[in-house]
């Protein structure tokens, strides 16, 4: 499976952005996608997630700021952010994300990301 990550660019806070993610292959029957960040000195986390029927999760910091979508047709994923904030500032993948805590690990191919900079 290949990642590709597209959508960053350098906002102020407040700004918006959308990321999408072109999933080669079959999306659909991947369980379920999630959009991970990783900041200079730290490690990547998990920032959303959605599965192949819809249900999303959000960690705290991003919810009700940011929303993951997903067309299996396209085989996108999607993550639109709104009121950004300098501390959203990172580098976004996506990857396949174990929501329901089965033990399952991301693909192995991250791809290069997609860097969004929040900054006046």
């Known amino acids: 499976v290949q990642l590709q990550a597209s959508g960053g660019g350098l906002v102020q806070p407040g700004g918006s952005l959308r990321l999408s993610c072109v999933v080669s292959?079959?999306?659909?029957?991947?369980?379920?996608m999630g959009w991970y960040r990783q900041a200079p000195g730290r490690l990547r986390t998990l920032v959303a997630a959605?599965?192949?029927?819809?249900?999303?999760n959000y960690t705290d910091s991003v919810r009700d700021r940011f929303t993951i979508s997903r067309d299996n047709a396209k085989n996108t994923v999607y993550l639109q952010m709104d009121s950004l904030k300098p501390e959203d500032t990172a580098v976004y993948y996506c990857?396949?994300?174990?929501?329901?805590?089965?033990?399952?690990?991301?693909?192995?191919?991250w791809g290069q990301g997609t860097q969004v900079t929040v900054s006046s």
């Open positions: 990857n396949s994300a174990d929501f329901y805590g089965l033990g399952l690990k991301p693909f192995p191919s």
């Open positions: 292959g079959t999306m659909s029957s991947i369980i379920a």
């Open positions: 959605i599965t192949s029927g819809g249900r999303t």
